[in-house]
Nanobody, 116 residues
Framework: QVQLVESGGGLVQPGGSLRLSCAASGRIFGFNVMGWYRQAPGNQRELVATITSSDSTTYADSVKGRFTISRDNAKNTVYLQMNSLKVEDTAVYYC??????????WGQGTQVTVSS
């Protein structure tokens, strides 16, 4: 089993920044993919960004140039630096970990609210 714990969410004004963290623990294998997803009220959960254990990244078009995903493999932690936040970035942000081609784990989510 793998446990994921997110932190760093909160309330921020438009144009502001936040940094999310997600710490993984448990039976984690060397090669895996960690990612951030988000879900706004009434919407489906959507991809924000992913990063492999070899630091290959992907981003949703809506966050390219504003968000940066990174990871510390020694700490099994993934980060999401969010800059130039917009009202439409408001959502619950979830991290996940995918390994061995079949195992997928999710965190409990952290609320990000962008509002003036």
């Amino acid at each position: 089993q793998v446990q994921l714990v997110e932190s760093g969410g909160g309330l921020v004004q438009p144009g502001g920044s936040l940094r999310l963290s997600c710490a993984a623990s448990g039976r984690i294998f060397g090669f895996n993919v960690m990612g951030w997803y988000r879900q706004a009220p009434g919407n489906q959960r959507e991809l924000v960004a992913t990063i492999t254990s070899s630091d290959s990244t992907t981003y949703a078009d809506s966050v390219k140039g504003r968000f940066t995903i990174s990871r510390d493999n020694a700490k099994n932690t993934v980060y999401l630096q969010m800059n130039s936040l917009k009202v439409e970035d408001t959502a619950v942000y979830y991290c996940n970990l995918f390994q061995l081609g079949v195992q997928l784990y999710w965190g409990q989510g952290t609320q990000v609210t962008v509002s003036s």
